[in-house]
């Protein structure tokens, strides 16, 4: 099986070290594409491999597989595309690609009796997406929860010591963790592609990628850890979505999850992905979701599946109507200038949403005119809470907006 | 597919259920098949199910596919041979046939185009087979180390609040976690059958069952956990396999984890598997183990396989010499008549061994006659640390035999 990388940067270089090292039986490296592909060139890959910068040279070559490591939409999505309608098979890292043209991509895959595989797309060195498509596959997934993007769990970790957001993410940046525009991993629309792949996988729905909500971990502050930690929980970005009666729910933000959680457990980048099946229960797969070499270990198995003739089983799934609604505990936390009368006009305001509050927590030692203070309410829908916190959005008294934030039930 | 259920027993019966309620495309139940079948059958299977105690009607009909869920190595054996002979293809959940004759009938069933699946046999509901063979193939796995068996890590996570053994292992047969008879349990048989299938996927050795070394879980005590706790540590059944330059190290038995390992956190009967890859480094898979339905997810998700032709990645394994050398920290706890000089032997006869003592603890509030304390010794091989014990084996201030477990690092 003729194998061409196209991408020579971190995880394609890997690919190509894996390759090399372990020699799997049947698997030639025949072409590596690079932009600039001299100053790319490296010395210890076969003598027989041909570098170039011409995609369309591999698209008629002996190439049997391209592995797609350039990223984006644009014009990965052609390659692969056009990969597929030469009868090729492809196999990519690209979450982008996949979730946003997954259901696509799959059906032209099909149709010109070529394969697609993505296992690199979410969680890189975790088997997960193998692990839900041939290992639960006779369950039916009900919910996942994940912690899928390695930035943020990086730096939500890191912040649990005390430490302030903008010196973590500086920290995250100088250590390659985080891009200098951070806007992707923080704001959660990296999480959000891989939830939605996840969904197609495991709960068989296609969801439009722009209809998960997506909110920012940027507005967590480090004393809501502390206030996190009264509660018995800390704070994860949390990718979740669940079958619903009516359709699936999603979303993708800072969440309150309980220390005895196993969602609390990851440190560092660490990824990991909890999901529920109606006959088999949680089961949790966990380890390093990014990186060079654990990308590369999801492509390379990819390409030893595709040489033993091993194709995913390819399970159908079905449009959805998607909601951001879960009935969901809230933590609500304000900054005053404190007066009397505060907590009357916050109970008054949830209560016209019919909320109820569950507790109330001070933590000493703040200013009166810059003072933090923690409401949790019982379970309600995100957009009646939503509503509530407008109702007194003009408030004199509030110091900052209210930051409101889901918590995840053991 | 025609699917022929052999064995109606919990699973059995979990498999029928499942298939009956999800109707996975292209699978269909042909026959059940049961000792005395007359007082299994149900009323909710599809009325063209053959109920039948004649496996060679089975053999002769048009079942295209063999569930083998009758356990044991005698007759599974002999009818999962003759199901592959026939070219039907077996799925299996029988932990023991697979460790004993796995390579074996996978050889048989590659002669005869046929296809052996088995992830129902190691940690049921978790996709560890699955994942380790489709979603790590392109990896080189060096390390396994899990929590195999439900039954001992109930057990253990209940001794962590102060439970005796006998009445934590009485509670667990009253809840149908534990056997009348718990040998194969508490003695390490079934983690080590487990340990040897999960060696041959992920680490491509195969390995003798009865040369791994097991040791019961019988011997620790509810003081050990105090113990363990200052160290840092809990205690579970930790089933071990590591790759060497000459061979391969394994063993099965109570072993000190640290707090902070995934290891730890493995409560009830949950089962955990921990890899460690030259490439993607650490990965974790947990969940339940055992019990009828999550156990049938994996026979089922194997059928859907099957079904959908997708065929495992079949990677050779190599035969290896096995040792049950690790050079790690051992945990040693004494029981003692208090008389001077039983600190000085004990550290000469480490010294002879060339062992050097790491720690000495001993928790204040114990007769002086029947006095617990714990030595903790640097990393050294398990056979030095036994030779030291057996030098001083016969002293008269041991009030019973000291227990050993090795310590795991972080």
Same mark, same amino acid.
């Given at each position: ?337 404190? =007066?009397?009368?505060?907590? /009357?006009?916050? *109970?008054?305001?949830? %209560?016209? @949403? $019919? !909320?109820?509050?569950? &507790? ?15 409401? =949790?309410?019982?379970?309600? /829908?995100?957009? *009646?809470?939503?509503? %509530?916190? @407008? $109702? !007194?959005?003009?408030? &004199? ?14």
């Amino acid at each position: 099986m003729n194998v061409a990388i196209l991408g020579f940067g971190t995880v394609g270089s890997s690919v190509a070290r894996i390759l090399c090292d372990l020699k799997p039986e049947g698997i030639r490296i025949s072409h590596i594409f690079n932009r600039g592909v001299a100053r790319k060139r490296v010395d210890w890959t076969p003598s027989h491999v041909v570098w170039t910068e011409d995609f369309d040279e591999i698209l008629r070559s002996d190439a049997d597989v391209i592995v797609e490591l350039v990223g984006g939409l644009d014009p990965a999505a052609t390659w692969v595309r056009r990969t597929l309608e030469a009868g090729k098979s492809a196999v990519t890292g690209n979450k982008k690609l996949i979730a946003a043209q997954g259901i696509e991509l799959d059906r032209l895959a099909r149709t010109h009796r070529a394969h697609l595989l993505y296992g690199a797309a979410v969680a890189g060195g975790i088997p997960v997406i193998p692990g839900l498509r041939q290992g639960l596959a006779g369950d039916r997934i009900t919910r996942i929860e994940g912690i899928l993007n390695g930035t943020c769990n990086f730096i939500l970790s890191q912040m649990e010591s005390g430490v302030a957001y903008a010196h973590v993410l500086k920290e995250a940046q100088r250590l390659g963790y985080a891009e200098a525009d951070p806007t992707e991993d923080v704001d959660g629309y990296d999480a959000r592609a891989k939830l939605v792949i996840l969904s197609r996988i495991a709960l068989r729905v296609g969801l439009e990628v722009d209809a998960v909500a997506c909110r920012s971990i940027r507005q967590v502050e480090a004393l809501d850890f502390g206030y996190a930690r009264d509660l018995g929980c800390t704070i994860r970005q949390i990718a979740k979505a669940e079958l619903r009666a009516d359709g699936v729910s999603a979303f993708v933000g800072p969440t309150l999850v309980p220390q005895r959680s196993p969602l609390a457990w990851s440190r560092g980048t660490e990824n990991m992905v909890l999901v529920s099946g109606q006959y088999g229960g949680d089961v949790v797969f966990s380890g390093h979701g990014a990186g060079g070499h654990p990308t590369a270990v999801a492509v390379v198995s990819d390409l030893i599946a595709l040489a033993h003739g091993s194709h995913p089983v390819d399970l159908p799934s079905r449009a959805a109507s998607i909601s951001g609604e879960f009935q969901l505990r809230h933590y609500v936390r304000f900054v005053v200038k404190d =007066t009397p009368g505060i907590v /009357a006009e916050i *109970a008054g305001a949830l %209560a016209a @949403e $019919r !909320i109820n509050i569950d &507790a109330l927590f001070q933590r000493p030692g703040y200013k009166k005119d810059n003072l933090p203070f923690v409401v =949790t309410v019982e379970a309600c /829908a995100a957009s *009646a809470l939503r509503r %509530a916190l @407008e $109702r !007194i959005a003009g408030s &004199a008294w509030l110091a900052q907006p209210p930051i409101d934030m889901p918590m995840l039930g053991e």
